[in-house]
Nanobody, 125 residues
Framework: QAQLVESGGGLVQAGGSLRLSCAAS????????MGWFRQAPGKEREFVTA????????YYADSVKGRFTISRDTAKNTMYLQMNSLKPEDTAVYYC??????????????????WGQGTQVTVSS
């Protein structure tokens, strides 16, 4: 079992930056594909980015490519999402996710084994 705890959400103006953190316990990142999803009010949860278990491959949704960066610190068993040039349409609850037997390229809601509790990100215009 893995437990995921997000932090770092908040309110920011458009064009600003935030960094989300996801602390994992129970399993190490080296055995999991990790990623971030988000869910805006009235919308389905959507893929944002994923990081392979080896840490060598990353994938991004087109909507965040060039603005968001996923990374991890294996010593701290913590994953990060650096979000720059934020837009009002980035407003959502952001969820940390982990999967045992899925590649980063294939990470999706149905293939995720573990979820964090979510952290709210609000971008004002």
């Amino acid at each position: 079992q893995a437990q995921l705890v997000e932090s770092g959400g908040g309110l920011v103006q458009a064009g600003g930056s935030l960094r989300l953190s996801c602390a994992a316990s129970g399993r190490t990142f080296s055995s999991l594909t990790m990623g971030w999803f988000r869910q805006a009010p009235g919308k389905e949860r959507e893929f944002v980015t994923a990081l392979s278990w080896s840490g060598s491959s990353t994938y991004y949704a087109d909507s965040v490519k060039g603005r968001f960066t996923i990374s991890r610190d294996t010593a701290k068993n913590t994953m990060y999402l650096q979000m720059n040039s934020l837009k009002p349409e980035d407003t959502a609850v952001y969820y940390c996710a982990a999967a045992k037997f899925t590649t980063a390229q294939s990470l999706g809601v149905s293939r995720t084994d573990y979820w964090g509790q979510g952290t709210q990100v609000t971008v004002s215009s």
